[in-house]
């Protein structure tokens, strides 16, 4: 539209009707919304003008609109005018008509909000602060005072940071304003100080703190004027966070005194106080450490603090019987609307739960002082309270789970032991507030039964009696609401799901009828959850078809009817219709040989399900549950659509789905391969080839096992081992040659050659030649590692499924292969030795003369890959025999000095293969260890590290099997004169340390401290075998360790630091190479407390690990830096309060990281680990930018904005968000 139109509608805007006026402003409220308008110099002022006429308008609705016109004006016109706008609106502020007050007032607030320019809003800031505070410090009333309090603290929460040079004045006049008359003033003057102190430097910062506190130390001041001034510094606190730390030690014990002395009438006091340390303890973790037991007992005789009321009852003793209408009689007893005690025991729930979320360690001396006052608190008679005392419990119960995940073990010092003995007390207290009327108290109970039974999934199986009212109640009362019956649902589905099914046996006749009358509930959430609680109902009915207690034959058709009703219907919302289908399959499953007549109605249905789009994953995943039911579901009636629509699913997009697909088949084949015909076998054969590859090893491992179910159950029809050699088998041998290939899927690999093999008119000697071709050296070279070893597992298990004859003729031609002294070809012999070791360890080759010799001569190859081989094979081949070849490995370790090493990797792979299972232990123990320990204790001290490692494998494997014996004697040569000796000592107790339940556990319990505390030994490779040993102990079993912790810690903390002593400098000539012989240690402790930050985090202080030690490695060399920006990224989710309280030390270090460019003359290697480098500072970045009170450190904002504003570092950092 051209300026004239708009000229146009200016002059309609000032016309005396004001229906005119009102569809002026609307047309120009549209023009100024479009992108592409823009006003000349010569309209610019009379737009301006006439909107800010407009602001007068008589009509409210004109000058609501004028207001909306302002947001995008400010954006289309020079800033000039913008500036001259903000003068004339605060004019008519201070000097205008009260009526026009508040519309100068929002727009102003308007104005700030829409300018996004430095450079603008520095001039408004100039011009507009010292006038708003002139206003606030002589403002005719108090309302305009406010208004411009207000506005300033809109500014200053804005663009606080770019008027530095004014800010002593500003907090000068605004604290002056604390003292004023008018209680809204001072709240205002609160709220905009602390606008204004985020971006104050810490010397201003400390002037207002001091400043309030002067005022706080003045015991005879007004009490209104104490309140506010325990307001602003629990207002600073929220509002600079961790820089409020160094004032605690003025503030603390002030606002602990006012808290304990304040008046009777003085309760706003009180609350103020604890608000303020509720503040404290989370932004300021590390400074308030000395204060946290007093705040927590001041909390603990706060909570309970209700002067005008007596609860004559010192013990619950309300009894099952009650009549529901005196159950809220103690909620009634006492009501004054004046009483505001309740605001005080909120503040007191709210700062306990403060200190159990920043306070993990803490969390034993929670269970003994705060648990059972909270527990007792549960009768509170203030519903508000009441749902602050039970999140206050629950974050407790959340994060006894995180303290403790992942411990099986539980032991009297245990939290989960503690709270295990507080359960009857619980269950007590929550059972009497499940019979109060109020839902709100009902909902919250269920919230605190949820939590308790993820905490402690067994806890209630001698309680759930008492609570089976409660959940009937909540499922059927007329005035239970939405929310409630959700809450209930999920609470039972959690104990039914986690409890022994004979717990509800007694009460299946209560809970079955409101179950089911809620799948017909009218909104979906409740038939959503009703209808997963009906799923592990029947699981509980008919639990793994053992005899039951409980004749569930009654509830079956009830229970079917339930769910077809809602399984038929389509109208529906997605979630029901999902849990629908998962619920019926359950049913037909569990009691299936109880419902034959209703079967030919209900399964059409599910196929049904199968071909929408939208549900089909579920039903597959239904398909697979009824196949695999003990009672043989009659399946004939929708078998074949059921096969084809599934091989359908193969050839989708959708790898959920093809999973569930694969999974399903497999059920589906194993139980009625009989039923489906050959052709179907064979597109499903044909299906499988497209999904065997090293691009989804998983998928190709569950390709792999439907492929070998198929062969096993139709081995005899040729069809189908010709479909499977024809498609399946070229795959399979691409895939042997991939690198990658490992875990699950390499075992799928191997049943699949075993049942190949035995499958109809397929010949082994084809299948042999196939692997060992696929062993041959491609033209773009040799075959990896893994690959190698990879065919020799498959020949091996090819070899045993095809029968001693022909494995018998396999080693022999193996044997030939290394006995043929012609033989340059090394990858031939190579292979040949993977090969035998694989057999070996399978078979036994005693029949075989002379083997061990000829494995043994290819330790003189002067290949390295052939002697590792060989070691290998030797090693494994005594696995097979042990009697016959570990005395003669054991021999030759006396008799052949040179092969020492080769014969100890031999011997290692006798001894870890042994200790896995107990009959292995049994066999090696009756073999001749005496003399194998003696053995290993003489190579303790060698100098080469490769030997010390393998012996220390050996003797840490042994002490699995011995550990009586073997213990003592490592525990004398821990303080052996020789560091190595010290060293293997230490690596032996690492690899003794696994994640199963051995014998060795109750002696190591005893004796680990002694090998632990070699992290203060004065050998560095002492040191670092010792911080290992503390790391897989932490990861295995961290009971054995939690109790030293307080102690190895610290010395733990100090194998961070960058040690001058370990930095050399090595002369090259022409240049110096610095040489940091301590970098190894660094990078394995800092590992080693990722590690505890995962099972041990009760016991570390977050606080005194972040400065200095996480700061020093964030600087470190590139290989430190990695596990320290892991260890960042999990504090920043585990304990962000302490985070927080370091953040702004933390930034420079990642700047610098971020920053860092390789040199010019820089190697791809050089530059693709900056790449990851880079990459591993932007996700710990991004976890620090989740932390809620990230925005207190200025630094930390300044370093996202330079992120986002450069291109290549944003464009990094979104992917890094998005991983």
């Known amino acids: 539209m051209t300026n004239l139109n708009i000229t146009n509608i200016l002059e309609k805007m000032t016309g005396k009707d004001k229906d005119y006026r009102y569809m002026a402003t609307s047309d120009l409220l549209s023009e100024l919304n479009k992108e592409g308008f823009k006003a000349d110099q010569d309209l610019e002022p009379k737009l301006t003008s006439t909107v800010l006429q407009q602001l007068e308008d008589a009509s409210g609705d004109v000058s609501g609109l004028a207001v909306k016109c302002l947001a995008p004006l400010v954006k289309k016109v020079g800033e000039d005018r913008v500036v001259d706008m903000t003068n004339k609106l605060y004019d008519k502020l201070l000097n205008g008509k009260d009526q026009h007050r508040d519309t100068a007032s929002i727009a102003l607030k308007t104005i700030i909000a829409e300018v996004t320019t430095a450079s603008l809003a520095e001039r408004i800031l100039v011009l507009l602060a010292p006038q708003l505070i002139k206003g606030v410090n002589t403002g005719k009333n108090a309302e305009i005072k406010c208004e411009c309090l207000d506005i300033l603290g809109d500014a200053l929460n804005k663009f606080g940071n770019l008027i530095t040079k004014d800010h002593e004045y500003m907090l000068t006049a605004l604290l002056s304003q604390l003292g004023s008359n008018q209680a809204s003033v001072r709240k205002k003057s609160i709220s905009c100080i602390a606008s204004l102190a985020p971006s104050l430097s810490d010397d201003l910062l400390a002037k207002a703190t001091l400043q309030v506190v002067q005022l706080l130390k003045n015991r005879s001041a007004k009490s209104e004027i104490t309140r506010t001034n325990i307001q602003m510094i629990g207002s600073l606190s929220r509002s600079v966070g961790y820089r409020f730390g160094p004032h605690l030690a003025e503030t603390v014990p002030l606002l602990i005194s006012y808290c304990t002395s304040a008046s009777e009438n003085d309760e706003e006091i009180r609350e103020y106080s604890l608000q303020a340390l509720e503040s404290f303890m989370l932004r300021c973790p590390r400074d308030i450490s000395p204060y946290c037991d007093g705040i927590l007992n001041l909390a603990l ?31 009634n007893e006492y009501t004054d609307d004046e009483d505001v005690s309740w605001k005080v025991r909120r503040a007191s729930a709210k700062c306990l739960s403060a200190i159990i979320i920043s306070r993990p360690e803490m969390l034993l001396n929670m269970y003994l002082e705060a648990c059972p006052k909270l527990i007792e608190r549960f009768r509170e008679r203030e519903e508000n309270v009441k749902m602050d005392i039970f999140n206050t419990f629950i974050e407790l119960l959340r994060q006894t789970g995180n303290v403790t995940k992942g411990q099986v073990e539980i032991d009297e010092s245990s939290p989960r032991w503690l709270l295990k003995q507080e359960v009857p007390k619980v269950v007590k207290s929550i059972n009497r507030q499940l019979r109060e009327k109020s839902i709100k108290t009902k909902v919250g109970a269920f919230s605190v039964l949820k939590e308790l039974v993820v905490v402690l999934p067994d806890c209630l199986a001698d309680h759930f009696g008492s609570l089976v009212p409660g959940i009937e109640k909540a499922l059927n009362d007329k005035s239970s609401t939405s929310n409630l019956k959700i809450e209930a649902l999920v609470f039972t589905r959690l104990v039914m799901a986690s409890h022994s099914p004979s717990v509800f046996h007694p009460y299946i006749l209560a809970l079955s009828g409101p179950i089911l009358s809620a799948i017909g509930d009218r909104y979906y959430k409740v038939t959503a959850e009703a209808l997963r609680v009906c799923g592990e109902l029947v699981r509980v009915l008919r639990p793994n078809l053992e005899p039951s207690s409980v004749d569930f034959r009654p509830y079956i058709v009830p229970i079917y009817n339930a769910i077809l009703g809602r399984l038929a219907n389509q109208d529906q919302d997605q979630e029901v219709k999902e849990c629908a289908i998962s619920c019926m399959s359950l049913v037909v499953s569990t009691f299936g040989d109880g419902l034959q007549r209703e079967l030919p109605a209900c399964l059409p249905i599910l196929v049904d399900r199968m071909g929408n789009e939208i549900t089909r994953l579920t039903a597959v995943k239904a398909f697979s549950v009824i196949a695999n039911s003990p009672h043989h579901i009659d399946l004939s009636c929708v078998l074949d659509h059921v096969v084809s629509e599934l091989t359908a699913f193969l050839r989708k997009a959708n790898r959920a789905l093809r999973q569930a697909t694969l999974g399903t088949l497999n059920s589906l084949v194993v139980t009625y ?259 194998i320990l003696a053995l290993l204790f003489n190579h303790c001290e060698s100098e080469e590290e490769g030997v010390r490692n393998v012996v220390a494998e050996c003797l840490g494997k042994i002490a699995l099997i011995e550990p009586n014996k073997l213990i003592p004697e490592l525990k004398e040569r821990t303080s052996s004169p020789a560091a190595n000796t010290r060293a293997t000592v230490a690596i032996a107790i690492k690899y003794s340390i696994v994640e199963r339940p051995e014998k060795i556990d109750e002696i190591m319990f005893s004796e680990i401290s002694t090998f632990l505390m070699l992290i203060k030994d004065s050998d560095r490779h002492v040191r670092r075998a010792a911080v290992l040993a503390l790391s897989t102990a932490a990861h295995n079993k961290p009971n054995l360790i939690k109790g030293l912790l307080p102690e190895l810690l610290p010395l733990l903390y100090d194998q961070t630091v960058v040690k001058q002593e370990l930095v050399r400098i090595v002369d090259l000539g022409p240049f110096k190479h610095v040489v940091d012989d301590g970098l190894e240690l660094r990078k394995a402790a800092f590992e080693c407390v990722d590690t505890l930050l995962d099972s041990c985090l009760d016991q570390v202080n977050p606080s005194s690990f972040i400065v200095p030690f996480l700061l020093s490695g964030l600087g470190d060399h590139y290989d430190v830096k990695m596990p320290c920006h892991l260890i960042l990224s999990k504090l920043a989710d585990k304990c962000p309060s302490a985070v927080v309280a370091a953040l702004d030390s933390l930034v420079e270090p990642i700047v610098k990281t971020i920053n860092h460019k390789p040199k010019g003359d820089a190697v791809k290697q050089e530059v693709d680990r900056n790449e990851d480098m880079i990459r591993s500072a932007l996700r710990a970045i991004a976890s620090l930018s989740r932390i809620s009170g990230s925005d207190y450190s200025m630094q930390f904002k300044n370093l996202m904005n330079r992120i986002l504003a450069t291109p290549a570092l944003a464009e990094k950092y979104s992917s890094v968000r998005s991983e």
């Open 673 to 931: 391969g009989g039923q489906i015909g050959s052709s179907s076998y064979e597109t499903i054969i044909a299906e499988l080839s497209t999904l065997i590859s090293d691009m989804d090893l998983h998928m190709t491992a569950l390709a792999l096992e439907l492929c070998c179910t198929i062969m096993v159950d139709r081995k005899s029809i040729q069809n189908i081992s010709l479909a499977v050699r024809n498609k399946i088998l070229h795959q399979a041998l691409i895939l042997i040659r991939s690198a990658l290939l490992q875990g699950q899927a390499l075992q799928a690999l191997q049943r699949f050659f075993a049942s190949l093999v035995q499958s109809a008119n397929t010949s082994f000697d084809a299948l042999l030649d196939s692997l060992i071709c696929a062993a041959k050296p491609s033209q773009s070279g040799g075959l990896a590692k893994q690959a190698l070893s990879s065919i020799a597992k498959c020949v091996a298990v090819l070899c045993l499924a095809a029968g001693d004859q022909k494995c018998a003729s396999t080693i022999e031609m193996l044997k030939g292969i290394l006995k043929d002294d012609s033989a340059t070809n090394s990858a031939k012999q190579h292979m040949a030795l993977l090969c035998l070791g694989e057999i070996g360890r399978r078979k036994d080759f005693s029949n075989h003369v002379q083997i061990e010799n000829i494995v043994i001569e290819s330790f003189q190859s002067p290949f390295e890959e052939i002697k590792s081989a060989a070691s290998y094979a030797l090693g494994n081949i005594a696995v097979g025999n042990l009697s016959k070849y570990l005395p003669f490995i054991l021999d030759q370790i006396d008799n052949q000095q040179k092969k020492q090493y080769l014969l100890l990797h031999s011997l290692k792979e006798v001894i870890v293969r042994q200790s896995v299972d107990h009959t292995g232990q049994s066999e090696l123990r009756d073999s001749n260890i005496e003399k």
């Open 301 to 331: 005789n706060y909570v309970s603090y209700d002067p005008n009321f007596t609860d004559s009852m010192e013990e619950d003793t309300d009894e099952e019987g009650k009549d529901e209408d005196d159950d809220d009689e103690s909620a």
